[in-house]
């Protein structure tokens, strides 16, 4: 071989190998193999009941292992009335009957991020019914934000630690005889994951309904361009994969709520991400519809809350708990 060629040789091969290693997710791999194993065995795949919350348009799930009786509860919601800053169970307590009902065995209340319009009822849950609190290890990252702009105080450690498991990207677990993953999926918040049991992804705020499109990336730390990628990662899952979303608003022309879909039919139809969007023009739509959204209604308290694990701020001197409005800081 003449010296040119080696060299061209060389570069290509090198340029092979560094594609295969810069294209290799193994955390995506497993979830891949693992819906893929589900799909062959219906033994494999959970059963799942959606609780569609009205007031804040957040549909929070029990996942649940059919032979073992083991469950999730994810994206739990606190009834909360701003006016008068009354939190009440109604939403909790239909879980907990839910569950009680099924003989149900909650190992697991987990939350796909740091919510910023409904507080979580995890720890009210917890109480109740037992299980271990978890997210991404992304919200670290999230209390370090949230934390100053509420300037949090000493009392509010910005680690973690109000969480019983902190999930890293391609992470395991287990439900019962069901198989579980975590797949970091950051954009809409650095703190995003999709929790995947069996062949059921439940991918937070990532992507809605084909026919309403993708979360907002507009909120401190979010970025579109991280949502794009996260959501096209997502959308390399086995196209039979259910998705199960986190939100639903009923689009212009659907007159019932849905919350369920697939890989598939996301990637024929998604109206802001189907294949063929590319990356920038994801990113043009997606920041000019944000510059046009206002804050939820209930980010301040919702985002305070969430951030201790859907614990009120320590009470005062008075026993009361305050959540705080930072005036003109965001
Ligand atoms: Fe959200």
Same mark, same amino acid.
């Given at each position: 071989?003449t010296?040119?060629?080696?060299?061209?040789?060389?570069?290509?091969?090198?340029?092979?190998?560094?594609?295969?290693?810069s294209?290799?997710?193994?955390?995506?791999?497993?979830?891949?193999?693992?819906?893929?194993?589900?799909?062959?065995?219906k033994?494999?795949?959970?059963?799942?009941?959606?609780?569609?919350?009205?007031?804040?348009?957040?549909?929070?799930?029990?996942?649940?292992?059919?032979k073992?009786?083991?469950?999730?509860?994810?994206?739990?919601?606190?009834?909360?009335?701003?006016?008068?800053?009354?939190?009440?169970?109604?939403?909790?307590?239909?879980?907990?009957?839910y569950?009680?009902?099924?003989?149900?065995?909650?190992?697991?209340?987990?939350?796909?991020?740091?919510?910023?319009?409904?507080?979580?009822?995890?720890?009210?849950?917890?109480?109740?019914?037992?299980?271990?609190?978890?997210?991404?290890?992304?919200?670290?990252?999230?209390?370090?934000?949230?934390?100053?702009?509420?300037?949090?105080?000493?009392?509010?450690?910005?680690?973690?630690?109000?969480?019983?498991?902190? $999930?890293?990207? /391609?992470?395991?677990?287990? =439900?019962?005889?069901?198989?579980?993953?975590? *797949?970091?999926? !950051? &954009?809409? @918040?650095?703190?995003?994951?999709?929790?995947?049991?069996?062949?059921?992804?439940?991918?937070?705020?990532?992507?809605?309904?084909?026919?309403?499109?993708?979360?907002?990336?507009? $909120?401190?730390? /979010?970025?579109?361009?991280? =949502?794009?990628?996260?959501?096209?990662?997502? *959308?390399?899952? !086995? &196209?039979? @994969?259910?998705?199960?979303?986190?939100?639903?608003?009923?689009?212009?022309?659907?007159?019932?709520?849905?919350?369920?879909?697939t890989?598939?039919?996301?990637?024929e139809?998604?109206?802001?991400?189907?294949?063929?969007?590319?990356?920038?023009?994801?990113?043009?739509?997606?920041?000019?519809?944000?510059?046009?959204?206002?804050?939820?209604?209930?980010?301040?308290?919702?985002?305070?809350?969430?951030?201790?694990?859907?614990?009120?701020?320590?009470?005062?001197?008075?026993?009361?708990?305050?959540?705080?409005?930072?005036?003109?800081?965001?």
């Open positions: 071989m010296l040119r060629l080696q060299y061209i040789y060389t570069f290509y091969e090198t340029k092979f190998w560094e594609n295969i290693v294209n290799f997710d193994p955390g995506l791999e497993a979830a891949a193999a693992q819906i893929s194993r589900a799909r062959e065995d033994a494999l795949r959970p059963s799942i009941a959606g609780f569609f919350d009205e007031a804040t348009n957040t549909i929070s799930y029990v996942v649940h292992d059919p073992s009786g083991e469950a999730a509860i994810i994206d739990s919601v606190l009834d909360y009335e701003a006016a008068s800053g009354r939190t009440s169970n109604g939403s909790a307590d239909r879980i907990i009957e569950t009680k009902s099924n003989n149900l065995k909650v190992m697991w209340l987990i939350e796909t991020h740091a919510h910023a319009d409904h507080i979580s009822a995890a720890p009210y849950l917890q109480e109740k019914l037992g299980g271990k609190l978890a997210i991404g290890r992304g919200i670290i990252l999230v209390q370090d934000v949230f934390g100053k702009l509420f300037n949090a105080g000493s009392d509010f450690e910005c680690d973690g630690s109000q969480f019983d498991k902190l $999930f890293d990207d /391609g992470e395991t677990f287990r =439900l019962g005889e069901l198989e579980g993953i975590a *797949l970091h999926v !950051p &954009g809409h @918040t650095p703190a995003d994951m999709a929790f995947i049991i069996g062949d059921a992804a439940f991918v937070g705020d990532t992507i809605f309904m084909p026919d309403f499109g993708t979360a907002r990336a507009d $909120f401190p730390g /979010g970025d579109a361009r991280q =949502l794009f990628q996260s959501i096209r990662r997502l *959308l390399s899952l !086995p &196209g039979e @994969t259910r998705l199960f979303l986190c939100h639903d608003y009923k689009a212009p022309g659907r007159d019932e709520y849905a919350w369920e879909t890989v598939k039919q996301q990637r139809g998604n109206v802001h991400v189907k294949d063929g969007t590319t990356e920038d023009e994801f990113v043009a739509m997606r920041t000019a519809r944000d510059k046009g959204l206002s804050m939820p209604n209930l980010i301040m308290p919702s985002v305070q809350v969430n951030i201790r694990g859907g614990r009120l701020p320590l009470p005062e001197a008075n026993g009361v708990s305050y959540i705080k409005i930072p005036v003109n800081a965001v």
